[in-house]
């Protein structure tokens, strides 16, 4: 059983999220109302998914996303918040999160995006995230593949260890790359790294 850990400073919410995903069939290891609450509670509980709101009285939803990120490539991250503005999107995805969904979503998406974050943790979903690539500042017009590939590239994987987590061929990997160089203007993965964290595309 997938266990969650809910992370949302409002009581009702957690109570409305744990009778849902409780009836979904998923077990909640935990909840917590704040950063440091989280970080607690992430650290006893080993849960398989986040679900994390991005506005927290003692910080924003992007601490957690990023320190669990670094803690666990296998975790998958659930941004559930009312903020869905394109930078908040895409702050999202460059902090580490699996998905990104809307308080105001039906529930069937909230469970789609869980799903996506178990087969997939390392990708990124969301449903404006085309809109919020093109619309964001220095994206180099990256699409939101390229994206997924090029959050893959600081931890070091190579292009078969891309390519599984991607659930797609290295040859496709190896077209995604060649895209991502020439619209960075670069030549290799190093460069493509660096460029990219100058401009926040990356952490």
């Not at 009581?11 to 950063?35: H, M, P």
């Not at 702050?91 to 997939?120: D, H, N, Q, R, Y």
């Not at 995230?129 to 090029?150: P, Q, Y």
């Amino acid at each position: 059983m997938i266990r969650v850990v809910i992370i949302d400073d409002h009581t009702i919410v957690r109570e409305g999220l744990k009778r849902a995903l409780i009836g979904a069939g998923y077990d909640i290891a935990s909840e917590a109302a704040s950063l440091a609450q989280a970080r607690a509670v992430i650290a006893h509980a080993n849960p398989d998914v986040l679900i994390v709101d991005l506005n927290l009285p003692d910080g924003s939803g992007f601490d957690i996303i990023s320190w669990a990120r670094k803690l666990s490539k296998t975790i998958g991250i659930v941004v559930l918040t009312l903020s869905q503005d394109d930078a908040h999107i895409i702050a999202a995805m460059t902090a580490g999160a699996s998905a990104f969904v809307g308080k105001s979503a039906p529930m069937v998406e909230l469970l789609s995006a869980i799903e996506f974050s178990t087969k997939s943790p390392l990708s990124f979903s969301a449903k404006n995230l085309t809109r919020a690539i093109m619309n964001g500042k220095d994206s180099f017009h990256l699409t939101a593949r390229e994206f997924d590939v090029l959050a893959l590239l600081p931890t070091g994987n190579t292009t078969a260890m891309i390519a599984h987590t991607l659930f797609v061929s290295q040859s496709t990997i190896k077209t995604h790359l060649a895209s991502i160089f020439r619209k960075l203007e670069v030549t290799n993965r190093t460069a493509a790294v660096h460029k990219a964290r100058i401009h926040k595309l990356v952490v």
